[in-house]
C-alpha cells in the first residue's frame, strides 16, 4: 500500500497473498475460512507488556515475530471456532430444558442422515433410536419449538454442503461444492413460515449465506435479501455474521471501500468477531482507504477504521490520526503496545541502504509521535505514554530523555497497581544498568535490590504475572560483566558472563582463578553485592572442585585430583564402563552393559589410578599396572568408553565444552590426545613377560595411533584401510605397529583375534 501522505511503515507484516478468500459465518458449526501464516521467526526480544495497558479483547493482535495471533498462534478452525457460543445459544433459547450434551451432538456431531433420524423418532414415524445413538433428552421443550428447531437444522446440515470449507491456504485449488437441489426453496419456505423469532433470524442468516455462495455477480440476492430484513432482528451476533457475508460479497465485486467499512463494523462489535474480520479487512490502495473513511458514520467508527489500518500496517498513522479525533481512546492502546514491540524487536527489516534509511526515518518519526503526544498529558493513560515515550528514548541511548519520562510516569501510575510498577521498575533498573559507565563500590550497592529482585523473578520467589524480565535480567547481566571486563575484573565478570565466551574459557583454565572463586564462595561472611551476584554464578562449588580435579587428571597429578573431589559432597554416580578394560575394537555399548565385579565413581577411579601410578613408580606388577593405566587414559578419551568422567565437568574450559574452540573444526586436544595412553602401553609392553602381552600392547598402541590420524588436520577418513590418509608422520607410527605385530606376534593366539576382528588389520596383512 503507498501511502502519499505519510511515511509507509511497511514493518510488522509482511505482504504475503494471504487474504480471506471467502468470508462465511455458519450458525451450526463453520465460519468463514482463514488463512493465516506467520510474520516471521520466533524471536521477540521484549521488556514491555502490552498485557498491562491494553484490553484483553485486542490481545490476539499483540505483536508477536513469529504467530499470526498472539496467545493463541494461529487463527482456530474456522469450522469449530463458534461451536461453543452456538451451543450456548440454542441452550439459552430453550431455558435449559433441552439436555446439553444432546443439544451438542445434534448441533456439532450428528450428519443430515442423523438429524433426520432424530427427526422420525420425534415426529412418531420411528419407534426407537439406533443403538449407536445417545439419548435425545429434550426435556419440557414444547413441541411446536421443537419442531422448528428440527426443520431449522435438517436445513442447516444441507447448507454444510456448500458452506463448509476445509482450512486450505490461498495458494491451495479449491474444489467447487454444489448447493443441494430445492434448497433455495425451502429456506425462503421455512422463512416465510417461521413466527419464532430466534429461529426465524437463523433462517434469514442461512438465505443470506446461501446467496453468498451461490451467487451469479448480477442482481444478487445476497445484499437484497440482507437489507429486506435487516431491521427486524435484534444487532445481536447472529445479525453481525450475517452482514459478514455482505462484506464478504461487496469484496468479491471489488468493491472493497465498502466491504472493509462492514468488516470493521464486524470487528467491533464483539471479540467474538475480532479475528476474521481483522484478517478480512484489507484497503487496497489509497485510493479506496480515503473511500472506506468517508463511509463512517461517527467519530468511533473512524476509530475503528484507523485502528484496524495502524494495526496491520502503520501504527504511527493511525495513532496521529485517532489521538486528533479522541486522545482518550482505547484503540490507541494496542497500536501503541505494537509500536513499541517492534521497535524493541529490531524495528523493521531492509534489503538496501534506501529501506534503511526509511526504517530509521520510521523510528525517529515514531519516537516523537509518542514524545509529543505523552508531553499533552491527556490521554487515558498519561503513564502509559510516558512509559513508552521513555522506553523509546533508551532503545535510542537517549538515556536522560528516558529518566525524565519515566520519572513523570512513576507519578501517575495508579496506586497498588502491582504488575504497572513492576512494569515501571523493570524499565528503571535497565536505564540504571545501562547509564553506568562503571562499577564502584557505590554502583554496586545500587545493584543489591534490583539483582536480587531479577533473580527472584527468576527464581519464581516471586510471581508477576505476564513481566517480561527474561530479557530484560540478560541485558542487565551482560552490561555487568562487559563493566567488569573493561576494569579488569575478571572474578566479578565471570559471575555476570552467561556466554561462555573465549574469556571466559581462558578464565578457568587457570586453577588460581578457580581457586580464588571457590575462596569467594566459601566466604563465610560476604558483603550484600557478593551474596547478590553469586545469585548469579551458574555453577557450585562442587562443580569447581569437580573441574579442578579432572583438569589435574588429565595432566597425570591424580593424587592431587583425588583431594579436589574429596572435597565434594559424596556422589554416588558411576561410570558407566569399567575404565581399566581394554577393548580390540571399540564398544562404548558393550563396555556399558557388561557385567563389572567394581563399579567406579570418579573418585574410586582417581584413587585406584593413583594407586596403580604410585605401584609402577614402587616398580611393583608394572606390566599389569602400566596397562590398566594405559586403558584408564584411553577411556577417559574421546575415544573411551568413559566419556563421562569429562562429560560431567559443565563448567567452561573443562573438556565437554572443549569439544570445538570458536572456527575451529577439531575436537580439542584434552580429549583427544593419545600421549599419556601411549606412553603407558609403551611402558607395559616393555615390561611384558610374554609375546601375547606384547602383541595385545602393540596393538592397543596401533589403535593409538590411528586415533592421533583421525585428530590429524591432513585427515582423510574412508571404509578401507587404503582410504585413510593423514600426515607422513603419524601414518608411519601406524604403520610401524601393524608391520611389527605381523613381523614378530603372528604366532599368537591374539594376532589371530586380531586378524579376526580388526578389518583395516586384515585388508594390511592381506596385502604384505
Not at 606376534?745 to 594376532?751: D, E, L, Q, S, V
Not at 589371530?752 to 585388508?763: P, Q, S
Request: include cysteine; charged fraction near 25%.
Amino acid at each position: 500500500m503507498n501511502w502519499p501522505t505519510s511515511i509507509r511503515q511497511n514493518l510488522t507484516r509482511k505482504h504475503l497473498s494471504r487474504f480471506l478468500l471467502v468470508f462465511s459465518f455458519c450458525t451450526v458449526t463453520t465460519t468463514g475460512v482463514i488463512w493465516a501464516c506467520a510474520d516471521s521467526d520466533d524471536s521477540d526480544y521484549s521488556v514491555f507488556a502490552p498485557e498491562y495497558f491494553v484490553n484483553k479483547q485486542y490481545s490476539p493482535f499483540f505483536y508477536s515475530s513469529y504467530y499470526e495471533y498472539y496467545g493463541i498462534g494461529y487463527a482456530e478452525s474456522s469450522n469449530t471456532q463458534y461451536n461453543d457460543i452456538i451451543v450456548n445459544e440454542w441452550d439459552a433459547r430453550f431455558k435449559h430444558q433441552f439436555a446439553k450434551a444432546s443439544l451438542q451432538f445434534l448441533l456439532l456431531k450428528a450428519t443430515p442422515g442423523q438429524v433426520d433420524t432424530v427427526y422420525r423418532k420425534f415426529t412418531g414415524t420411528l419407534k426407537t433410536l439406533p443403538t449407536r445413538y445417545p439419548a435425545i433428552n429434550t426435556g419440557l421443550v414444547t413441541h411446536d419449538l421443537l419442531n422448528s428447531f428440527y426443520t431449522y437444522l435438517k436445513l442447516a446440515k444441507a447448507a454444510e454442503a456448500y458452506a463448509v470449507n476445509d482450512d486450505n491456504y490461498s495458494w491451495d485449488k479449491v474444489t467447487p461444492k454444489h448447493s443441494p437441489a430445492n434448497i433455495e426453496n425451502m429456506l425462503v419456505n421455512a422463512f416465510n413460515k417461521e413466527t419464532e423469532q430466534f429461529i426465524k433470524q437463523r433462517l434469514w442468516f442461512q438465505m443470506v449465506r446461501y446467496y453468498y455462495f451461490n451467487n451469479t455477480g448480477k442482481n444478487d440476492k445476497t445484499v437484497k435479501v440482507f437489507e429486506q430484513y435487516k431491521t427486524a432482528f435484534p444487532k445481536n451476533l447472529t445479525w453481525y455474521r450475517t452482514m459478514g457475508y455482505v462484506a464478504g460479497y461487496y469484496y468479491q465485486q471489488k468493491n472493497y471501500a465498502l466491504s472493509n467499512y462492514l468488516y470493521s463494523l464486524c470487528y467491533d462489535y464483539t471479540y467474538n468477531l475480532k479475528i476474521p474480520n481483522y484478517w478480512s479487512f484489507h484497503p487496497q490502495n489509497e485510493s479506496d482507504w480515503q473511500a472506506t473513511l468517508k463511509l463512517a458514520q461517527t467519530p468511533q467508527e473512524k476509530i475503528t477504521l484507523w485502528h484496524l489500518l495502524g494495526a496491520q500496517y502503520d501504527e504511527g498513522r493511525a495513532i496521529k490520526e485517532i489521538v486528533a479525533i479522541d486522545p482518550k481512546s482505547e484503540k490507541l492502546d494496542l497500536l501503541l503496545s505494537r509500536l513499541i514491540n517492534i521497535r524493541e524487536a529490531g524495528g523493521g527489516w531492509a534489503e538496501t541502504p534506501q529501506q534503511t534509511d526509511s526504517v530509521r526515518k520510521v523510528k525517529t518519526y515514531n519516537k516523537r509521535l509518542v514524545e509529543s503526544i505523552a508531553l499533552k498529558n491527556n490521554t487515558a493513560k498519561p503513564y502509559y505514554w510516558n512509559l513508552a515515550a521513555g522506553y523509546l528514548n533508551f532503545l535510542d541511548s537517549n538515556y536522560m530523555a528516558a529518566g525524565k519520562f519515566y520519572a513523570a510516569a512513576k507519578k501517575q501510575i495508579p496506586a497498588g497497581d502491582k504488575m504497572l510498577t513492576a512494569q515501571s521498575k523493570l524499565l528503571d533498573i535497565l536505564l540504571y544498568v545501562k547509564s553506568l559507565k562503571k562499577i564502584d563500590a557505590t554502583a554496586e550497592g545500587n545493584l543489591v535490590e534490583p539483582l536480587n529482585w531479577l533473580a527472584n523473578l527468576r527464581d519464581n520467589k516471586i510471581e508477576i504475572t505476564n513481566l517480561r524480565f527474561s530479557d530484560a535480567l540478560a541485558g542487565c547481566t551482560g552490561t555487568i560483566a562487559r563493566l567488569y571486563k573493561k576494569q579488569g575484573n575478571s572474578i566479578k565478570r565471570v559471575c555476570f558472563d552467561a556466554d561462555g565466551d573465549n574469556d571466559t574459557r581462558a578464565f578457568y583454565t587457570d586453577s588460581a582463578n578457580v581457586t580464588h572463586f571457590i575462596n569467594l564462595m566459601n566466604k563465610p561472611t560476604k558483603t550484600p553485592f557478593e551474596q547478590a551476584m553469586l545469585r548469579y554464578y551458574h555453577y557450585s562449588v562442587d562443580n569447581l572442585y569437580y573441574h579442578q580435579g579432572i583438569m589435574l587428571a588429565y595432566k597425570q597429578e591424580t593424587e592431587k585430583a583425588t583431594t579436589w573431589l574429596k572435597k565434594m559432597k559424596p556422589d554416588t554416580t558411576t561410570l558407566l564402563g569399567n575404565p581399566f578394560n581394554g577393548r580390540l575394537v571399540d564398544c562404548h555399548d558393550c563396555d556399558h552393559a557388561a557385567p563389572q565385579k567394581q563399579k567406579f565413581t570418579a573418585l574410586s577411579f582417581l584413587q585406584t589410578l593413583n594407586n596403580m601410578q604410585t605401584e609402577i613408580k614402587a616398580g611393583k606388577n608394572v606390566y599389569r599396572n602400566a596397562y590398566q593405566v594405559a586403558n584408564a587414559y584411553y577411556n577417559i578419551t574421546y575415544y573411551g568408553n568413559a566419556r563421562m568422567f569429562y562429560e560431567s565437568d559443565p563448567v567452561p574450559a573443562g573438556p565437554t565444552n572443549r569439544y570445538y574452540y570458536d572456527n575451529e573444526e577439531k575436537m580439542d586436544n584434552m580429549i583427544t590426545s593419545m600421549q599419556i595412553a601411549a606412553k603407558y602401553y609403551e611402558l607395559a609392553r616393555k615390561n611384558a613377560a610374554t609375546g601375547e602381552q606384547r602383541a595385545r600392547c602393540t596393538f592397543m598402541l596401533s589403535k593409538c595411533a590411528l586415533n592421533d590420524i583421525y585428530g590429524d588436520p591432513e585427515f582423510k577418513g574412508g571404509d578401507k584401510f587404503t582410504d585413510i590418509t593423514g600426515s607422513q608422520t603419524v601414518m608411519d607410527k601406524y604403520y610401524s605397529y601393524f608391520a611389527e605385530l605381523k613381523e614378530k606376534y603372528n604366532k599368537t593366539a591374539y594376532y589371530k583375534e586380531v586378524l579376526k576382528e580388526c578389518g583395516y588389520f586384515r585388508e594390511y596383512a592381506d596385502k604384505k
